[in-house]
């Protein structure tokens, strides 16, 4: 069911059941954080994994105690410039945090989400709340309540909605050391506004888990296909474009680019442009939805030029890349 019930969302994650809350990054499928029953439930919704483990979300700079043990000088500087926000930070785990949110690693990722009704909806339930993306495992992100509905609508109770998310890309999941920032995923916070509220260094440690080896994750968000259409997706050089369209004219081809291209597309091209002033945050805000439906519309191929590699371009080459790489 979908609505704008908060009482009845709130009342449904004290009863452990799970719940879609809209975020400003991505709609997530919430349970109560501290119960592994609930926890299990998330799991078994969107068929993920247990390798894979889950970011926990709160509405009050007070719960962070209870779940982390230790806050480093960096962490809490990223918390004040950016919480409530897409940043997610690890940090060592209270024991009280069930083995099931994290996969058995040793921290929990933690994040306060920029909406007004989950901030709202964890107050309310008295809970932190575990969430992943709102999809079926390895498949596209949602962005709208309905996309949820699509998808989950009769594996889950309710969908709270909380209308379109402004972000669309899913947070930034770092750890804060004295030193240095560690992106372990590129998201909604960029690098480079990490660096200007630190002043330190900013490296990436993404790493490609093989995800059939089924091994705890040390880094996340780092499976090979994830964000996956069903229909087949290639990333194509911009100035190679042209050429492939012609070469492939008897196709239906679904083609998603950043903003506008010069040349005109014949009648078999279903065309999503994300943004018509080149705008990053546009792109971003727009990115999921527009591959949704490239993927609804029963065309034999996508293809998708490159984001310029910086800001949240860098988030969304990610995903990109991730949503054209071959399924094992
Ligand atoms: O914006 C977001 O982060 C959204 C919204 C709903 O908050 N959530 C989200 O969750 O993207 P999910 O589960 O789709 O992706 C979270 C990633 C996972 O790939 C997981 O491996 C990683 O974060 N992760 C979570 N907790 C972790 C931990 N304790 N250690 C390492 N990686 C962790
Ligand atoms: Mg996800």
Known sequence: MLGTNLTLAANLLRNDQVVAMPTETVYGLAGNATSSTAVARIFEAKNRPLFDPLI???????QVNQLATSVSPTARKL?????????????????????????SLPEVGLRMPNHPLALELIR????????????????????TAQHVEDQLGDRIDYILDGGPCQVGVES?????????????????????????????????????IDESTGQPMSAPGMLTSHYAPLTPIEIIDSRE????LQQFSHQRIGLLIGQPIESPL??????????????LV??????????RRLDAANLDIL???????????RALNDRLQRAAAKRK
Not at 241 to 244: D, S, V, W
Not at 266 to 279: A, F, M, Q, V
Not at 282 to 291: I, K, S
């Open 241 to 244: 474009l042209i050429p492939r």
């Open 124 to 143: 309310t339930a008295g809970v932190p709340v575990a969430a992943p993306s709102a999809n079926l495992f390895g498949r596209i992100s949602p962005t």
């Open 266 to 279: 014949s009648s078999n091209i279903t065309l999503e442009c994300l943004s018509e002033t080149g705008n």
């Open 79 to 103: 918390m004040t410039a950016f919480w409530p926000g897409p940043l997610t930070i690890l940090l060592p785990k209270q024991d009280s945090v069930p083995d099931l949110v994290t996969s």
């Open 172 to 208: 930034t999941i770092i750890r804060a050391h004295d030193d240095k920032i560690e992106v372990l995923r590129f998201g909604g916070i960029t690098i480079e506004d990490l660096h200007q509220a630190t002043g330190l260094p900013v490296i990436t440690a993404t790493r490609t």
């Open 303 to 313: 293809y998708a030029t490159p984001f310029p590699n910086q800001a949240l371009g």
């Open 56 to 62: 926990v979300h709160i509405a009050d700079l007070a």
């Open 282 to 291: 546009e792109m971003a805000a727009n990115f999921f939805a527009a591959l």
